[in-house]
């Protein structure tokens, strides 16, 4: 499969702040994003995954290596790259279908185009209905499914996810699961999210990272296929408690806390 972005040992050190040390966030990262893939980092809080993700969103450049988006340098952020917040970031003095369409306002594009596309994304997030609604009316999914309409009305290679579900109750984050794993599906675009829940890191990716703690490096990486047995199936919760599932997700903590452990000082 054809590299969307790729990244050749990429480090990241922030500099040090009233006289203390500098802070390797992320060290020799070399990885390749392809297409029509759902890659899903996970590890221990403070590991660099956020960090890494707004290098490749373009909002941070890195202290070494490179980030290529199909060849070319990411040399700052780009419509080809959309990003869905930890907090969906409306504007909210804009109404649904506004919000929706911003990022194409920003670019010049005329009312009656940019709303065709924003109720062509509104339909695909299943907010057909609340075009017209105020951003502070809706629910917090509702404002997630929001977040993910606009990201998709730029129409970008790629979808940057920090941790967009972090917020949300337990119920409604398995249905965002399903209908974030639904849009992907259908629109087929790269997809980069970050999450600390393992269950909805190996359910939702077709690979999945792991990285260690800081300075963040990638240690583990699987390819993983319960996304395609829940569509095959639609039943989430029968993939979630399957016995593959479980073992799986059982070696993924061991990784996980096995690393967080190492870390602690003697």
Known sequence: MTAVISLNQVAMVFPSLQGLGSVQ?????????????????????????????????GFLPPTSGDVMHKGEPV???????GVVFQKHALLPWLNVIENTGFGLKLQGVASAERRAKARENLALVGLSDFENYPIYQLSGGMQQRVGLARALTCDPDMLLMDEPLGALDAF????MQELILDVWRKTRKVVFFITHSVEEALFMATRLIVMSPRPGRITHEYELDFYQQYFDTGNARQVKSSPDFITMREEILSIIYGEEVQEQPL
């Open 172 to 175: 409604t984050r398995e249905n």
């Open 25 to 57: 966030a992320l060290e020799d990262i070399n990885f390749e994003f392809r297409d029509n893939e759902f890659v899903v980092a996970l590890g221990a809080s403070g590991c660099g995954k956020t960090t890494l993700l707004n290098v490749i969103a």
């Open 75 to 81: 040399i700052g952020p780009g419509r080809d790259r």
